[in-house]
Structures are given as C-alpha cells and as structure tokens.
C-alpha cells in the first residue's frame, strides 16, 4: 500500500499519512525560479519597444509609426520586436523637424 501525503506549500513541510511512520515529516524541496540576469539599458545592445519608447520619451504608438516608416531599424528574435540601442542614439542625436504620422 503507498502512503499518501501533505504537503503544507507555506512551510515546505510535507506530513505522511499512511505507513509505518504516521508521524513523520519530510522536507519538500521545491526548485527555485531561475534568476533573471538584470543589465542596465545602456549596456544593452537591443532593447524592447516599450524601453525604446521609455529612452526617446515618446509613446509606444508613435515608436511603432517611426518603426513602419523605416526611420528606425528592427530585429525580430523569435517573436520579440527589438530595436538597435545604436539606432536609438542616432536617431535621439539628430533634429526631426516633420510630423511622426503624416
């Protein structure tokens, strides 16, 4: 017969049920969620459309009109649109006297 058990998640402490040692407890061991490595944006050779849009101080609309304009360059990685931190300087460095949308 296999012994049932509890496991009480809050303490990560498991209780048998059934068995020669009704009262005896285990230790459950849980894998921890892998880590996710954290690089400042300037470090970042691309970046996402929402931080692109963070670092040009415009909304994430108007990224994407600059976006489909081709006046910002793109790379698709799987299904994640990220943006050259080169490009958004050179972009940022320049005067842009016309409209986004026209």
């Known amino acids: 017969m296999a012994a049932e058990h509890v496991i009480?998640?809050?303490?990560?402490?498991?209780?048998s049920l059934l068995g020669k040692d009704a009262g005896a407890q285990f230790e459950v061991h849980r894998?921890?969620?892998?880590?996710?490595?954290?690089?400042?944006?300037?470090?970042?050779?691309?970046v996402s459309r929402e931080e692109?849009?963070?670092l040009l101080?415009?909304?994430?609309?108007?990224?994407?009109?600059?976006?489909?304009?081709?006046?910002?360059?793109?790379?698709?990685?799987?299904?994640?649109?990220l943006i050259p931190m080169a490009d958004l300087?050179?972009?940022?460095?320049c005067d842009h006297p016309e409209r986004i949308v026209s």
């Open 8 to 15: 009480d998640f809050d303490r990560g402490i498991g209780k």
């Open 31 to 46: 894998r921890k969620p892998p880590q996710r490595a954290t690089v400042a944006t300037e470090d970042k050779l691309l």
């Open 52 to 54: 692109a849009a963070q």
């Open 57 to 81: 101080s415009i909304s994430q609309r108007a990224l994407d009109y600059l976006v489909a304009s081709k006046r910002l360059l793109t790379r698709r990685i799987g299904g994640r649109v």
């Open 89 to 93: 300087r050179k972009y940022a460095r």
